[in-house]
């Protein structure tokens, strides 16, 4: 037990049950057997607990405070920290990566999205894969930002449209100004406003939705839609409703989409989140966004896409979307252009890659 003196006052620290005068360590951590019976009776145990659950709760605190200098609620910050604590709970006893690294993950690619909105500088670059290579004209553009999604559209979308024997164009756009994204939540209680407000946007959106659910759809569209039903309550337009509309955005053409985009352009944004790539389609993209403000883009590039280029792509893609990293993907990518000796073939130097080319050659024979 240690001892420290403060002028006239005694500070003494210990556990539960510890004697005066008995020093019980070091070494530490003490196991259970290292204990004395006084102090296994007087339950130190139980001392250590209310300690970590002290830091547990000033730990929570602090999140918290950081979330709601982001502009959540003080429900939505309280929510948020409690999911970053579990993620930090499971990712130390796994021991894959720092806390730091999980709280940065975690921040950036999930709570954040959710509830903050962001703002994508001037001089952004964003690429859209068309085949016209002019889109200059379009009311809205649908593009992607990271290089992984960029790698991610040009080997699955670009491989799409060229099945239909036209050239492919990857177009490069660059932000003239400042572009303001709303965050899904925000978005969809702007949606939510107005299908509740608006009789018109109402029966819109109530037609396109009884009309799109019955498209082909995949499993996850699937899933949500048959959860769409007409007059749907608060909870339902904000998690399900906004999802469903944001889905079909590109096929309606009664003025809903429109309305939606005039309400959000007065409010400030400039674009928004496509929720079908980036969580129910096959495309598993991680940031796609929709351009509607398309006078703060100019395009800087225009290039068409070789069959080679397109193929690399796709290889590359499949990867991605089936776990693998950008960084990794882009050695197979280099790789692959380095060493393809024709339009079947390619090879790297890593024992994946080599496993990777063994089935790209077998799928090519069948």
């Known amino acids: 037990m240690n ?5 006239r ?3 003494h620290h210990g556990i539960l049950g ?11 951590p003490l196991d259970a057997s290292d204990h004395s019976s006084s102090e296994k009776k007087a339950g130190w145990r139980d001392s250590l607990k209310k300690t970590v659950s002290s830091a547990k709760q000033k730990h929570q605190s602090n999140l918290e405070k950081k979330y709601e200098k982001k502009g959540m609620s003080s429900s939505d910050a309280e929510a948020a920290a409690k999911k970053r604590m579990k993620v930090e709970k499971v990712v130390a006893a796994a021991g894959a990566v720092t806390l730091a690294a999980a709280a940065a993950y975690t921040v950036k690619n999930k709570f954040c999205a959710e509830y903050t909105d962001s703002v994508l ?17 379009r009311s809205r553009i649908y593009a992607a930002q ?5 790698v991610i559209y040009k080997g699955l979308y670009g491989n799409q449209l060229a099945q239909s024997g036209k050239k492919v164009f990857n177009i490069t756009t660059e932000a003239s100004d400042d572009i303001k994204v709303p965050s899904r939540k925000k978005a969809a209680e702007v949606f939510a406003d107005l299908y509740k407000s608006d009789s018109t946007f109402r029966q819109q959106v109530d037609s396109n939705m009884s009309t799109y ?11 949500l839609f048959s959860k769409i039903t007409s007059g749907m309550s608060d909870s339902q337009l904000v998690k399900e409703g906004y999802d469903a509309f944001n889905i079909g955005l590109a096929n309606y053409t009664n003025g809903a989409a429109d309305t939606f985009y005039s309400k959000l352009k007065s409010l400030g944004y400039n674009a928004i989140v496509d929720m079908n790539d980036s969580k129910y389609s096959s495309f598993k993209s991680s940031k796609p966004v929709i351009l509607f403000d398309t006078g703060s883009l100019v395009t800087s590039a225009v290039a068409s896409m070789t069959e080679k280029e397109l193929k690399v792509n796709n290889i590359a893609q499949k990867a991605i ?4 990293t950008y960084a990794a993907e882009l ?36």
Do not use: C, H
Request: glycine share 10%.
């Open 18 to 28: 510890q004697k005066w005068d008995k020093r019980n360590g070091p070494p530490y």
């Open 9 to 11: 006052e005694l500070y």
């Open 121 to 137: 500088k001037k001089g952004t670059k964003f690429q859209t894969i068309a085949t016209d290579q002019d889109i200059s004209g």
């Open 331 to 366: 050695g197979l990518m280099v790789g692959g252009v380095a060493a393809m000796k024709n339009s079947s073939t390619y090879t790297t130097a890593t024992k994946s890659s080599k496993k990777k080319t063994t089935e790209n050659k077998e799928e090519k024979k069948t």
């Open 321 to 324: 979307r089936n776990g693998a």
């Open 213 to 223: 659910k019955n498209a082909g759809l995949g499993a996850k569209q699937k899933k």
């Open 3 to 7: 001892y420290v003196y403060y002028g």
């Open 146 to 150: 990271t290089k992984r999604d960029k």
